[in-house]
Structure formats: structure tokens, C-alpha cells
């Protein structure tokens, strides 16, 4: 259909923008290297430098490229939008103290020059810091570009990550196995004329609504979504016999702090897949807590059915993309399974704010 094979064509064409994006780094890194420092030194006596003092020649070469690739390697303008400001002190510390360590280099004293040994060491040490000057100003514009570059391609990841659940919701609307169990439930429910049916149909209905509206909000409040897994959870119990016990626990010391839509939907989906019987004794427990602008998130569930395929690894990392996107170096997703137990948990954590 046209309008698939545009979207698909548009998340090809984010993936080859982050390709593109890292040549460009390699093309300017190369571009420093050999043309911007070479060009640089040569408005310097370095022919002579490694003539009077080889020593100090080599050391001052290599110091001028660590210097570069420090400055590139640590990134300092994303740890300034991270708010690490001890980090960008101890490296910006620890530069000076090299730099200033590299202007006592000592001299050789039975060099032939008209200049004094005083004047000479000045002019060696103002050489040093314009050096120092030059490369850590080209650098940091070079990792502010790259950085401002960077965070056009993650909102691009980001409106790629939509499109594909927006694909996918076109295909299928919703997932078919949800649908189909909790068909049957209602049936079952509308037969036996059970006083829980005209709760249940509410609480499908709900969840349907808040499938479709949240596909286009890109942040929605804590309270809503939690509010949503619960009305989840309670539907899915409605076709659970005793043998499953659901544990749902949630705490928010501020319903206003803003996640995701059905950033946790997936796992939650997952603990009940893989985790109920029928027959034999199991436990599901859903935990979600919110503390000082910090989600902790976690599930753990009785492994009663192995998976098939590799469906639920695939949205596991889905999730994961799309945290990493959200929220780098600000989340940490762990799943483990336990053998002993048989039990598989998950344990997400978010810096919110």
C-alpha cells in the first residue's frame, strides 16, 4: 500500500542518515589530522623543534592530537545538556594541569639564538597555550555541530520508531491474541450473565480508547498510564481461575511527571503471555513506583509457557531502542530468568526529570 511503502521507506532512510552521520565524524576527525593541526604547526618552528629539542617536539605532537580526541571522546556539550557538571570541571582541570605541566618542559641551554632564555621560555610558553586555545576551540565547535546533528537524527529515530507503530497498528489494529481471549471472556461473561460483564466491557472499551489516542502524544501522565496497565491487568484476570495470583502494587509521589504511552505495556503483556496457568499454582506481580522523578518498574512472573520464536525478545528490544532514544544514559533495563525459581523478572528504572 502507498502509504506503508512510504513509511518504510522514510525508516530506511533515518537508518542511512545515522550511517551518513558517523562518516561525516570520521571525514572531519581525518580532516583535523592531517590538513587543519598540520597547516597550524607550520605557523610554528617545529622543523627546528625537532632539531634543538626532539624531546619536546614528539610530546608536543602527541599532546596537540590527545588533546583533540579527548575533547571528541568526552563530548563535553552532551554532558552539559546532562547536567554532569562535575564531570566537565575534572576534564576541563585536568587539560589545564597537562597544559600547564607541558610549559615547563625543560629546555635545552646550548642553543644557538639572539633571543634570551627568559624570552624563550615565554614565547615557549605562549606557543603551548595558543595551541591549547586552538584545538579546544575547533573541538568544541566541532562536538557542539555534532551534537546539535546528533539530536536531529534522535528525534528523526524517534518519529521512525512512531511510524512503525503506526505501521503495525494498521495491520492489526491490536494485538489478536489480546483480542481474542478477551472476546472470550466477554462471552463468557455475557452467557453466564455475570454481574462483572458491564464492568468488563467498560474496562475494554477504555483500554481501546487509550490505545488510539495515545498513538500520536508523545508524553502522557504517570497516573494515566498506571490507570491503564490496571484496567489491563483486571481484564486479564477476568479470564484467570484461582490457580493465578496477581499482585498489581503502584506508588507515585507526583501524578504530573510524563512518560511515554505504553512504555511499559510490553513487559506487562509479556508477564501474563508466559506466566498463567490453568492447572498449576503461579504468580504474576507488577510493581511501578515513582520517587523524586525516578520510575522504578518491575515484574516478575512464574515461567509457565516457553516462548516461541523470538517475539517476545523482539519487543523487549524494541522497548529497549526506543529507551535508548528517550532516555540515554538514563534508564536501565535488566530482564533475567531464574532457573531454580522458574521465574523471569524485569527491572526498569528512568531518570523522568
Not at 614565547?123 to 595558543?130: A, N, P
Amino acid at each position: 500500500m502507498p502509504l506503508f511503502d512510504k513509511i518504510y521507506k522514510k525508516v530506511r532512510k533515518t537508518g542511512d542518515r545515522a550511517a551518513q552521520y558517523a562518516r561525516v565524524a570520521f571525514y572531519v576527525d581525518l580532516l583535523f589530522c592531517v590538513v587543519i593541526l598540520p597547516l597550524s604547526l607550520m605557523l610554528v618552528p617545529v622543523d627546528r623543534w625537532f632539531v634543538n629539542q626532539p624531546s619536546f617536539a614528539l610530546v608536543f605532537l602527541v599532546y596537540t592530537y590527545l588533546l583533540y580526541f579527548v575533547y571528541r571522546k568526552v563530548n563535553i556539550p552532551l554532558l552539559f545538556m546532562q547536567r554532569k557538571f562535575g564531570y566537565i570541571l575534572l576534564t576541563v582541570v585536568l587539560l589545564l594541569g597537562v597544559t600547564e605541566l607541558l610549559t615547563h618542559f625543560p629546555q635545552p641551554e646550548n642553543v644557538n639564538s639572539r633571543l634570551s632564555p627568559a624570552f624563550r621560555h615565554h614565547l615557549h610558553v605562549q606557543t603551548v597555550w595558543f595551541f591549547f586555545l586552538v584545538v579546544s576551540g575547533f573541538s568544541l565547535a566541532v562536538a557542539i555541530a555534532f551534537e546539535l546533528f546528533r539530536q536531529m537524527l534522535a528525534k528523526q529515530e524517534i518519529e521512525a520508531d512512531k511510524n512503525r507503530a503506526q505501521l503495525a497498528m494498521y495491520k492489526a489494529q491490536i494485538n489478536p491474541h489480546f483480542l481474542f481471549n478477551t472476546l472470550n471472556t466477554l462471552y463468557g461473561l455475557v452467557i453466564t450473565k455475570s454481574e462483572l460483564t458491564e464492568s468488563a466491557f467498560v474496562k475494554f472499551s477504555n483500554i481501546l480508547k487509550y490505545m488510539y489516542d495515545t498513538t500520536s502524544v508523545e508524553k502522557i501522565d504517570i497516573g494515566s498510564e498506571i490507570e491503564y496497565v490496571s484496567q489491563y491487568v483486571e481484564l486479564q484476570q477476568l479470564r484467570l481461575n484461582h490457580h493465578t495470583h496477581v499482585v498489581l502494587e503502584s506508588r507515585t509521589d507526583d501524578e504530573r511527571v510524563t512518560i511515554p504511552p505504553m512504555i511499559l505495556i510490553t513487559f506487562v503483556e509479556n508477564a501474563f503471555k508466559y506466566g498463567t496457568s490453568s492447572s498449576e499454582d503461579c504468580t504474576i506481580l507488577i510493581r511501578i513506583v515513582v520517587e523524586d522523578g525516578v520510575l522504578m518498574f518491575k515484574t516478575c512472573n512464574s515461567i509457565m509457557k516457553e516462548k516461541k520464536g523470538t517475539d517476545s525478545s523482539i519487543g523487549i528490544e524494541n522497548c529497549r531502542k526506543r529507551l535508548q532514544l528517550l532516555y540515554p544514559g538514563r534508564f536501565t533495563l535488566v530482564t533475567e530468568r531464574i532457573e531454580q525459581t522458574r521465574e523471569f523478572k524485569v527491572r526498569l528504572t528512568i531518570q523522568l526529570s
